[in-house]
Protein backbone atom coordinates (compact mmCIF):
# COMPACT_ATOMS: atom_id res chain seq x y z
CA UNK A 1 0.00 0.00 0.00
CA UNK A 2 1.07 3.44 -0.76
CA UNK A 3 0.23 6.59 1.42
CA UNK A 4 0.04 9.69 -0.23
CA UNK A 5 0.43 12.78 1.50
CA UNK A 6 -1.93 15.50 -0.25
CA UNK A 7 -1.47 18.92 0.44
CA UNK A 8 -4.33 20.41 -2.13
CA UNK A 9 -6.96 19.28 -4.49
CA UNK A 10 -5.41 20.82 -7.50
CA UNK A 11 -2.55 19.25 -6.79
CA UNK A 12 -3.94 15.10 -5.85
CA UNK A 13 -5.68 15.75 -9.49
CA UNK A 14 -2.25 16.45 -11.25
CA UNK A 15 -0.80 13.53 -9.20
CA UNK A 16 -3.30 10.76 -10.09
CA UNK A 17 -3.05 11.97 -14.12
CA UNK A 18 0.30 11.46 -13.85
CA UNK A 19 0.68 8.23 -12.15
CA UNK A 20 -0.88 4.87 -11.47
CA UNK A 21 -1.61 4.39 -7.90
CA UNK A 22 -2.92 1.23 -7.23
CA UNK A 23 -3.86 0.69 -3.45
CA UNK A 24 -3.12 4.27 -2.53
CA UNK A 25 -4.31 6.10 0.47
CA UNK A 26 -5.05 9.45 -0.10
CA UNK A 27 -3.73 11.41 3.56
CA UNK A 28 -4.68 15.42 3.78
CA UNK A 29 -2.31 16.52 6.62
CA UNK A 30 -1.68 20.43 6.38
CA UNK A 31 -1.64 22.24 9.64
CA UNK A 32 0.58 25.11 7.59
CA UNK A 33 -3.39 26.49 6.40
CA UNK A 34 -3.77 29.57 7.73
CA UNK A 35 -6.91 30.12 9.23
CA UNK A 36 -8.76 27.45 9.82
CA UNK A 37 -11.74 28.75 7.47
CA UNK A 38 -9.17 28.21 4.60
CA UNK A 39 -8.57 24.88 5.80
CA UNK A 40 -11.94 23.91 6.04
CA UNK A 41 -12.22 24.85 2.67
CA UNK A 42 -9.33 23.32 0.93
CA UNK A 43 -10.04 19.82 2.85
CA UNK A 44 -14.25 19.94 1.93
CA UNK A 45 -12.12 20.13 -1.79
CA UNK A 46 -10.09 17.19 -1.21
CA UNK A 47 -12.32 15.03 0.18
CA UNK A 48 -14.71 16.12 -3.27
CA UNK A 49 -11.99 14.85 -5.30
CA UNK A 50 -11.43 11.58 -3.85
CA UNK A 51 -15.15 10.82 -3.62
CA UNK A 52 -15.46 12.01 -7.47
CA UNK A 53 -12.63 9.44 -8.38
CA UNK A 54 -13.49 6.87 -5.88
CA UNK A 55 -10.12 6.88 -3.76
CA UNK A 56 -9.90 6.12 -0.26
CA UNK A 57 -8.89 9.10 1.85
CA UNK A 58 -7.93 9.99 5.53
CA UNK A 59 -7.39 13.28 7.23
CA UNK A 60 -5.07 14.41 9.64
CA UNK A 61 -4.71 16.31 12.54
CA UNK A 62 -4.68 19.61 12.09
CA UNK A 63 -3.04 21.82 14.55
CA UNK A 64 -2.33 25.42 13.84
CA UNK A 65 -0.86 26.45 17.03
CA UNK A 66 1.85 24.31 16.74
CA UNK A 67 2.38 24.90 13.31
CA UNK A 68 3.00 28.76 14.37
CA UNK A 69 4.56 28.46 17.22
CA UNK A 70 7.12 26.12 15.31
CA UNK A 71 7.53 28.57 12.31
CA UNK A 72 7.17 32.13 14.30
CA UNK A 73 10.59 32.82 14.04
CA UNK A 74 11.09 31.99 10.19
CA UNK A 75 7.86 34.37 9.56
CA UNK A 76 9.84 37.04 7.76
CA UNK A 77 11.83 34.48 5.31
CA UNK A 78 11.49 34.28 1.69
CA UNK A 79 9.05 31.78 0.33
CA UNK A 80 10.90 28.72 -1.10
CA UNK A 81 13.88 29.49 1.70
CA UNK A 82 13.71 27.22 4.90
CA UNK A 83 10.50 28.14 6.19
CA UNK A 84 9.22 26.23 3.34
CA UNK A 85 11.76 22.97 3.56
CA UNK A 86 10.79 23.07 7.30
CA UNK A 87 7.61 22.92 6.48
CA UNK A 88 7.49 20.46 3.61
CA UNK A 89 9.82 18.18 6.36
CA UNK A 90 7.29 18.76 9.20
CA UNK A 91 4.41 16.95 6.02
CA UNK A 92 6.57 14.40 5.07
CA UNK A 93 7.91 13.30 8.51
CA UNK A 94 4.03 12.95 9.71
CA UNK A 95 3.15 11.12 6.27
CA UNK A 96 6.00 8.89 7.00
CA UNK A 97 5.30 7.88 10.48
CA UNK A 98 1.46 7.55 9.39
CA UNK A 99 2.29 5.19 6.83
CA UNK A 100 3.95 3.37 9.51
CA UNK A 101 0.92 3.14 11.65
CA UNK A 102 -1.15 1.92 8.53
CA UNK A 103 1.05 -0.61 7.13
CA UNK A 104 1.98 1.42 4.32
CA UNK A 105 5.02 0.22 2.68
CA UNK A 106 5.96 3.36 0.09
CA UNK A 107 4.89 7.68 1.04
CA UNK A 108 4.86 9.67 -1.69
CA UNK A 109 3.30 13.76 -1.93
CA UNK A 110 1.26 15.56 -3.98
CA UNK A 111 3.37 18.23 -3.13
CA UNK A 112 5.91 17.31 -6.19
CA UNK A 113 2.91 18.14 -8.18
CA UNK A 114 3.10 21.92 -7.35
CA UNK A 115 3.88 24.20 -9.87
CA UNK A 116 5.93 26.37 -7.46
CA UNK A 117 7.58 24.08 -5.38
CA UNK A 118 11.55 22.53 -5.96
CA UNK A 119 11.01 18.82 -6.63
CA UNK A 120 14.59 18.50 -6.42
CA UNK A 121 14.35 19.37 -2.59
CA UNK A 122 11.10 17.88 -2.17
CA UNK A 123 12.72 14.51 -3.25
CA UNK A 124 15.83 15.29 -1.56
CA UNK A 125 14.07 15.86 2.10
CA UNK A 126 11.70 12.74 0.64
CA UNK A 127 14.60 10.41 0.44
CA UNK A 128 15.99 11.77 3.90
CA UNK A 129 12.96 11.08 5.83
CA UNK A 130 12.36 7.75 4.25
CA UNK A 131 15.46 6.53 5.13
CA UNK A 132 15.20 7.91 8.85
CA UNK A 133 11.64 6.11 8.90
CA UNK A 134 12.29 3.13 6.90
CA UNK A 135 10.14 3.78 4.60
CA UNK A 136 10.55 3.46 1.29
CA UNK A 137 9.56 7.46 -0.28
CA UNK A 138 9.12 7.34 -3.53
CA UNK A 139 9.66 10.80 -5.49
CA UNK A 140 8.80 11.79 -9.47
CA UNK A 141 7.35 14.94 -10.87
CA UNK A 142 3.84 14.82 -10.83
CA UNK A 143 3.22 17.88 -12.39
CA UNK A 144 0.45 18.20 -15.16
CA UNK A 145 -0.71 21.25 -17.25
CA UNK A 146 -3.88 23.13 -15.41
CA UNK A 147 -5.54 22.34 -19.05
CA UNK A 148 -5.32 18.94 -18.21
CA UNK A 149 -6.89 19.27 -14.32
CA UNK A 150 -9.41 22.02 -15.19
CA UNK A 151 -12.19 19.85 -16.10
CA UNK A 152 -12.19 18.02 -13.02
CA UNK A 153 -12.17 21.25 -10.93
CA UNK A 154 -15.93 22.07 -11.93
CA UNK A 155 -17.63 23.52 -8.69
CA UNK A 156 -13.93 22.66 -6.65
CA UNK A 157 -12.43 25.70 -4.38
CA UNK A 158 -9.26 26.85 -5.50
CA UNK A 159 -6.74 28.11 -3.42
CA UNK A 160 -5.10 31.25 -4.60
CA UNK A 161 -1.80 30.81 -2.00
CA UNK A 162 0.51 28.45 -0.43
CA UNK A 163 -0.93 28.30 2.74
CA UNK A 164 0.63 29.49 5.54
CA UNK A 165 -0.22 33.04 7.19
CA UNK A 166 3.03 34.63 6.03
CA UNK A 167 2.18 33.34 2.18
CA UNK A 168 -1.47 34.70 2.48
CA UNK A 169 0.20 38.56 3.69
CA UNK A 170 2.67 38.11 0.91
CA UNK A 171 0.19 36.95 -1.59
CA UNK A 172 -2.10 40.21 -1.02
CA UNK A 173 0.88 41.94 -0.94
CA UNK A 174 1.60 40.98 -4.53
CA UNK A 175 -2.04 41.10 -5.39
CA UNK A 176 -2.02 44.78 -4.19
CA UNK A 177 1.28 45.61 -6.17
CA UNK A 178 -0.19 44.10 -9.45
CA UNK A 179 -3.73 46.15 -9.07
CA UNK A 180 -1.53 49.03 -8.66
CA UNK A 181 0.71 48.66 -11.39
CA UNK A 182 -2.23 48.13 -14.04
CA UNK A 183 -4.60 51.06 -12.57
CA UNK A 184 -1.21 52.99 -13.43
CA UNK A 185 -1.07 51.23 -17.03
CA UNK A 186 -4.74 51.57 -17.30
CA UNK A 187 -4.33 55.46 -16.72
CA UNK A 188 -1.28 55.64 -19.20
CA UNK A 189 -2.98 53.54 -22.09
CA UNK A 190 -6.64 53.51 -21.89
CA UNK A 191 -7.28 56.67 -19.75
CA UNK A 192 -10.55 57.26 -20.86
CA UNK A 193 -11.90 53.66 -19.90
CA UNK A 194 -10.51 54.17 -16.44
CA UNK A 195 -14.29 54.19 -15.40
CA UNK A 196 -14.33 50.46 -16.47
CA UNK A 197 -11.87 49.47 -13.53
CA UNK A 198 -14.56 48.60 -11.41
CA UNK A 199 -14.71 45.24 -13.96
CA UNK A 200 -11.39 43.92 -12.27
CA UNK A 201 -11.80 40.41 -11.06
CA UNK A 202 -15.75 40.37 -12.33
CA UNK A 203 -17.02 39.33 -15.94
CA UNK A 204 -17.79 41.80 -18.26
CA UNK A 205 -20.33 42.38 -21.19
CA UNK A 206 -18.19 42.53 -24.61
CA UNK A 207 -20.53 45.40 -25.40
CA UNK A 208 -19.27 47.48 -22.34
CA UNK A 209 -15.58 48.24 -24.09
CA UNK A 210 -15.60 50.47 -27.15
CA UNK A 211 -12.84 49.06 -28.73
CA UNK A 212 -12.95 46.52 -31.57
CA UNK A 213 -9.33 46.07 -32.67
CA UNK A 214 -8.60 42.57 -31.32
CA UNK A 215 -4.95 43.45 -30.40
CA UNK A 216 -6.22 46.66 -28.61
CA UNK A 217 -8.76 44.80 -26.91
CA UNK A 218 -6.15 42.11 -25.88
CA UNK A 219 -4.05 44.75 -24.48
CA UNK A 220 -6.81 46.38 -22.44
CA UNK A 221 -8.02 42.39 -21.14
CA UNK A 222 -4.47 42.17 -20.17
CA UNK A 223 -4.65 45.34 -18.24
CA UNK A 224 -8.17 45.01 -16.90
CA UNK A 225 -7.91 41.16 -15.99
CA UNK A 226 -11.41 40.41 -15.80
CA UNK A 227 -13.20 36.89 -14.78
CA UNK A 228 -14.70 36.91 -18.10
CA UNK A 229 -15.93 38.53 -21.18
CA UNK A 230 -19.02 37.92 -21.90
CA UNK A 231 -20.36 37.81 -25.39
CA UNK A 232 -23.74 37.35 -26.99
CA UNK A 233 -25.04 35.13 -29.93
CA UNK A 234 -23.68 37.08 -33.00
CA UNK A 235 -20.98 38.63 -32.39
CA UNK A 236 -17.30 37.95 -33.84
CA UNK A 237 -16.32 36.43 -30.15
CA UNK A 238 -19.12 34.17 -30.09
CA UNK A 239 -17.98 30.03 -30.20
CA UNK A 240 -14.26 30.77 -28.52
CA UNK A 241 -13.44 29.69 -25.02
CA UNK A 242 -10.24 32.53 -24.65
CA UNK A 243 -9.04 35.29 -25.51
CA UNK A 244 -5.26 34.75 -24.95
CA UNK A 245 -3.56 38.12 -24.14
CA UNK A 246 0.19 38.06 -23.55
CA UNK A 247 0.08 36.09 -19.96
CA UNK A 248 -3.16 36.52 -19.00
CA UNK A 249 -6.35 33.98 -20.90
CA UNK A 250 -9.27 35.56 -20.43
CA UNK A 251 -12.04 33.18 -20.70
CA UNK A 252 -14.72 33.88 -23.17
CA UNK A 253 -18.40 33.49 -21.43
CA UNK A 254 -21.83 33.19 -23.39
CA UNK A 255 -24.90 33.95 -21.44
CA UNK A 256 -25.21 30.51 -19.76
CA UNK A 257 -22.15 30.01 -18.20
CA UNK A 258 -23.28 34.12 -16.03
CA UNK A 259 -24.03 31.71 -13.42
CA UNK A 260 -21.19 29.22 -13.16
CA UNK A 261 -18.22 31.66 -14.10
CA UNK A 262 -15.27 31.41 -11.80
CA UNK A 263 -11.70 32.81 -11.57
CA UNK A 264 -8.54 31.86 -12.53
CA UNK A 265 -5.63 30.25 -10.29
CA UNK A 266 -2.92 31.97 -9.45
S1 LIG B 1 4.83 29.31 1.91
FE1 LIG B 1 3.85 27.30 1.73
S2 LIG B 1 5.49 25.77 1.87
FE2 LIG B 1 6.28 27.74 2.62
S3 LIG B 1 5.96 27.66 4.83
FE3 LIG B 1 4.19 28.68 3.97
S4 LIG B 1 2.70 27.04 3.63
FE4 LIG B 1 4.68 26.07 3.94
Redesign the pocket.
Known amino acids: MTLVHVCCAPDLLSTVLKRELPEAVFYFYNP??FPEKEYEKRLEAFKTVCRRLNLNFMEGQYDPEEFSTL?ER?FDEE??GS??R???EMRLKNAAMTSGKINAKVFTSTLLASPR?SIDTINSIGREIGNAYGIEYKGGNFRTGREEIKPYLEGIYVQNY???E??LIKSKKDREERERKDFELLLGKFRDLAYLWRYRGRSIEFEEIPIRDESSLKEFLAILKPSGLLVKEGSELYGRNWLKAGKYNCRILRESDRHGESGQKN
Request: with cysteine.
Open positions: NIFYEGRCKCVKCGCAS
